[in-house]
């Protein structure tokens, strides 16, 4: 779907009227008998109804004066309601007229309806039946800009790209498949792509990627994906890290719940995730300098296939003892962690679907979050969160929780106790870090078994709005 300028309020079917409660209708292309219909509907106090005719649809919605996370989270919500109902009455277009509201009002209503339009229909035989009718959101009002409509382009396409790479079975995305999509990308995008195959890994000794790729007949990638616009407002590089597991079957230590590995496709959704931001990010030109980092493979328990009891020499030379070969994710983040000091990085945010511990907790209406950073990144990181609705829930890094991985035999053991087992996660990521940092464990919100309005089962592409308000908002000094 895309969001398109409109010159003028063409004489479209179906129509979108995001209106003020006080403002003259008489600015719109409506007759005498529809505007004194609206305004009655208004002064009712009724903010969301339709104008049916046996031809034409006209919804009207209605803004406030105030912008915030809950105001826009609403604007989402009433797009998602309307292109559910233009799709059911099989609606190519639609034209969204707002002259009063502001920009990121309309935008944000838009934005709801193009999320919601999402589908992933590549496996399917009878896909062209199966598609949505609807496909142009064209746009027209005093505050509406062309910018603002395509860089809200490039952050659904992001989102898009993200779910896509969710969606897609360990059967086509294996980890060598997942760089050849990052290449497209970037190509697209603007961004370079660096791939480490499996001897490179092994030149550089990490330990963590080559350990869990011991059971797989697939190899190992290492992925460098960068964003460097010569006008950056940043000396040194903003640093992403996903984590890329592909599929995850737990290995030697196999999840034994039933159907727990139904859905381990996601696994790499922390790798969706950096991906998608950094492609928005580029392609919206955003003056600051990023690089990803996504280290990938599959978690299988074949072959010579690590097992619990193995000590493991990381990427950074410290040792880990394997306890239980399903807490995997943390080890190829590890390996990535060590690697993006050598960057000097101002900061570096991962995102990882990490922990069970994580979704249990807040389950999937948010990100649970932890780390060094310091307190105006934290809150700049919220109000990111906020904004875009891919809200946060900062958990304690107490010291205590770090006691949970000593090791009688190695530096560290890569399991801690089940209390705080997100929180004992994220302490044994930070063995590999020496720079501020955000943990992010997605492991709730990036595969939805259940659909939302604006998200669909599977992938959700959570992440790459939130990091692309985040990066926006530093670049063009908006705190």
Not at 17 to 26: A, Q, S, T, V
Not at 77 to 85: D, N
Not at 265 to 274: F, I, P, Q, T
Request: charged share 25%; proline share 4%.
């Amino acid at each position: 779907m895309k969001l398109k300028f409109a010159k003028k309020a063409s004489s479209i079917s179906n129509v979108i009227l995001l209106i003020r409660k006080d403002e003259n209708l008489g600015t719109y292309p409506l007759t005498p008998k529809q505007v004194k219909y609206i305004s009655t509907r208004i002064k009712k106090g009724q903010d969301s109804f339709v104008l049916s005719d046996y031809d034409s649809n006209i919804y009207v919605e209605t803004c406030g004066i105030r912008s915030n996370g809950a105001v826009l989270e609403k604007m989402r919500l009433q797009g998602a309601s309307i292109c559910k109902a233009l799709n059911t009455i099989k609606a190519k277009e639609v034209i969204l007229l707002s002259n009063a509201c502001l920009e990121i009002h309309t935008l944000a209503l838009a934005e709801g309806m193009a999320l919601a339009n999402y589908q992933f229909l590549k496996y399917f035989a009878d896909a062209k039946k199966r598609r949505n009718s609807l496909k142009i959101i064209h746009l027209f009002g005093k505050n509406i800009t062309k910018k603002g409509i395509r860089e809200t382009n490039n952050i659904i396409e992001g989102n898009y790209l993200s779910r896509d790479l969710v969606n897609e079975p360990q059967s086509f995305l294996t980890a060598p498949q997942m760089s050849e999509e990052f290449k497209k990308m970037g190509a697209e995008a603007g961004f370079t792509v660096e791939v480490w195959e499996r001897k490179k890994i092994e030149a550089q000794k990490m330990g963590g990627i080559l350990a869990v790729n011991k059971g797989s007949v697939q190899p190992p990638t290492f992925n460098i994906l960068e964003w460097k616009p010569e006008n950056a407002v940043n000396s040194k590089p903003y640093v992403l890290v996903g984590k890329g597991i592909v599929y995850d079957t737990g290995g030697l230590s196999l999840k034994p719940t039933a159907n727990s590995m139904d859905l381990m496709k996601c696994d790499m959704g922390g790798a969706a995730a950096v991906s998608g931001a950094i492609y928005s990010i580029a392609k919206n030109k955003l003056p600051i300098h990023v690089v990803a980092l996504v280290p990938a493979t599959d978690n299988r328990p074949g072959g010579d296939a690590y097992a619990p009891g193995d000590v493991i020499t990381m990427y950074s030379g410290k040792t880990v003892e394997v306890l239980n070969t399903d807490a995997e994710g943390r080890l190829v983040l590890a390996d990535a962690l060590h690697y993006a000091g050598k960057l000097n990085p101002e900061l570096v945010l991962d995102f990882a679907t990490l922990t069970g511990s994580a979704m249990r907790a807040i389950g999937v209406h948010g990100t649970v979050c932890m780390g060094t950073a310091t307190a105006k990144t934290k809150r700049q990181l919220k109000d990111a969160g906020d904004n875009t609705f891919e809200r946060l829930v900062e958990f304690p890094f107490w010291d205590e929780y770090g006691e949970h991985l000593k090791s009688q035999i190695a530096d560290i053991k890569n399991l801690g106790k089940a209390e705080g087992g997100a929180i004992s996660a994220g302490k044994f990521l930070e063995h590999f870090i020496s720079y501020p940092w955000m943990h992010f464990d997605i492991a709730g919100p990036a595969f939805l078994t259940s659909p939302e309005p604006y998200k669909p089962y599977g992938g959700t592409g959570v992440g790459v709005r939130l990091l692309h308000e985040f990066f926006k908002n530093l670049s063009t000094g908006n705190e």
